[in-house]
């Protein structure tokens, strides 16, 4: 029950939807991709990225000091029927801006 209550809450933010997304046409970006594409705080999104985990849309590897967060795969029934009706929405994404160990776009 909790886990499906977490999955809920996940999708009732504008921005989350966003960042789900923005993952399921990119595929598995680093944090700092994220926080350059989409123009956010590394705090706010740090959150955002938190609380779609926990709600078991997401999953992270971990390469040295760098997060890359991707789709899970394999969804379950739910999670899958939710980003199915997300592919339908009509969001604009905005563009991807990937960025190199320095920091700086590519």
Not at 27 to 39: I, K, N, R, Y
Not at 52 to 59: D, N, S
Request: some cysteine; overall charge positive; proline content about 2%.
């Amino acid at each position: 029950m909790d886990l499906f209550l977490k999955s809920i809450s996940a999708l009732n933010d504008e921005t989350r939807v966003l960042i789900l997304r923005f993952l399921d046409t990119h595929g598995a970006l680093c944090v700092c991709d994220l926080q350059a594409s989409l123009q956010m705080i590394q705090s706010r999104l740090s959150r955002h990225l938190k609380i779609l985990k926990e709600g078991g849309f997401l999953r992270v590897e971990r390469q040295g000091t760098w997060a890359y967060y991707c789709v899970r795969s394999p969804l379950d029934s739910f999670r899958l029927a939710a980003l199915e009706e997300i592919r339908y929405l009509e969001i604009s994404l905005p563009e991807l801006k990937k960025m190199d160990k320095a920091g700086c776009t590519l």
